[in-house]
DNA sequence: GGATGTGAAGTAGTTCACAGCC
DNA sequence: GGCTGTGAACTACTTCACATCC
């Protein structure tokens, strides 16, 4: 294996979690024009408490100024290099259903380094047309090189997906199919649910619980509770 | 405040976020003919490990049997329970584009007590049209009540819808927009953002870490590193 | 003065190891 | 025999409190 690259000290999972959180606020505030941005209202936008982003950020080196907090391009330039945004990698998306042409067609999905290199789709009056600049494939030709594949197919469909993707020497998968796949030992899966967001969301609603008196605080769905109206 | 119903023991916030996976792949082995799975199997679908199952699944009373594990109908009934499956809320959906069509066309949104009320949008050449069953109200017009608001407008008009829905007391919002919004006390913001997905994915693949070597767990994006293949 | 960065303390979650039961 | 359920040990994360520096 090739030497992962040692860009920060390790960064423990609950903080990689919330490191994009807060270089999303901080491409807020830069847009609106400001410039400098302290602990206490990061968390009170990300849903955490002052102490947690100080010690977040701490991890990636001191960046902040004693009396005068963090600055917002500084901060977001920071994270950006710790999460390794500097990096290029190829996607490729299989399923052009309505999620997966709205997963292409999103400003925000392919950012930070990702590129699009291939579509495919299983249903021939898909394949051939155009989406988002790239010809759908069919699912019988080969799979291009690729870093990450992403899966937006139907449940029943998911793992043998995973499995030509997983062939294809794919080793990060995205799956988006209400489906657990199994893959070889070495291979990455994130799941992306939105019923179980639905589900989780409703279970603290109905509860009560969660920090802060009613807010959920969750992992790639953080959810702020109180933040403070910001100026 | 209304007394909150009192389901079950209290459960933790990482168990909550594993039981709707433990659920899907209960549901899973249903769908194939299977009757019974022990814990290790289950961890191993699901990224963890056996004994963080068992107590997870002992947060929910005794369901197991000792020797023979766990009946996937008992388990998928109890786990629906526990998360408040039974109980109806209604959705209205704010933001028509791809993403929020891809989400009320989706079978896998809307289930378990969720029920779609009203769909908007901003575009009047979107507004009238029918989607999903329903006709796409104007965003200026009032919204009607409801338990849970899906914000997917982009990020620069997403605080003004999430201000509207909070005037119309709704106080759970489900957030699609890469926008970090402020809310009042009280209100529980869920954000799910694919590019913080794909962010946290490739930070695991860039620096090899993650349980079981190389595997990603986490949140409602669970990553099962190497489950072994199913039967 | 004011906010960061950090040892020390506290809390929460996971894993171990095994008793209990089918 | 095999797998659940759980006290006990351990690890990780968060919070407190304050020294530090701009």
New interface residues.
């Given amino acids: ?1 090739a030497t ?2 040692l ?1 920060t000290r ?1 960064l423990s ?1 609950p903080t ?2 919330r490191l ?2 807060y270089q ?2 901080a491409e ?1 505030w830069l847009a609106r024009g400001l410039s400098r941005i302290d602990s206490k209202q990061i968390g009170e ?3 955490v408490t002052a102490t947690t982003v100080r010690r977040d950020l701490a991890g990636l080196g001191s960046l902040g100024t004693r009396g005068a907090g963090y600055s917002v391009s500084i901060l977001s330039e920071r994270i950006g290099e710790a ?3 500097d ?1 290029r ?1 190829d ?1 490729v998306v299989v399923g052009m ?3 997966g ?3 292409v ?10 590129q699009l290199v291939a579509l495919y789709d299983s249903d021939p009056s898909v394949v051939g047309t155009e989406i988002a600049g790239h010809v759908v494939k069919s699912i019988d030709e080969p799979i291009v090189p690729a ?2 594949g992403v899966i937006c197919v ?2 029943d469909a998911a793992q043998a997906v995973s499995d030509r993707l997983v062939a294809a020497d794919i ?2 998968l ?1 799956n988006f199919a ?33 920090p ?19 100026p």
């Fill in positions: 294996m992962p690259r860009r390790k999972e990689i979690a994009p959180v999303r606020i807020g936008l990300a849903g999460l390794g945004h990096l990698y996607v259903g309505n999620l042409r709205a997963l067609n999103s400003a925000n999905f392919l950012i930070r380094g990702a870093t990450v139907p449940a080793h990060a995205l209400p489906q657990v796949v199994s893959v070889p030992l070495g291979t990455a899966v994130h799941y992306v649910d939105f019923s179980i967001e639905l589900q989780i969301l409703m279970y603290h609603l109905n509860n009560g619980t969660g802060l008196g009613g807010g959920v605080l969750h992992s790639l769905g953080i959810a702020a509770v109180n933040p403070a109206r910001v």
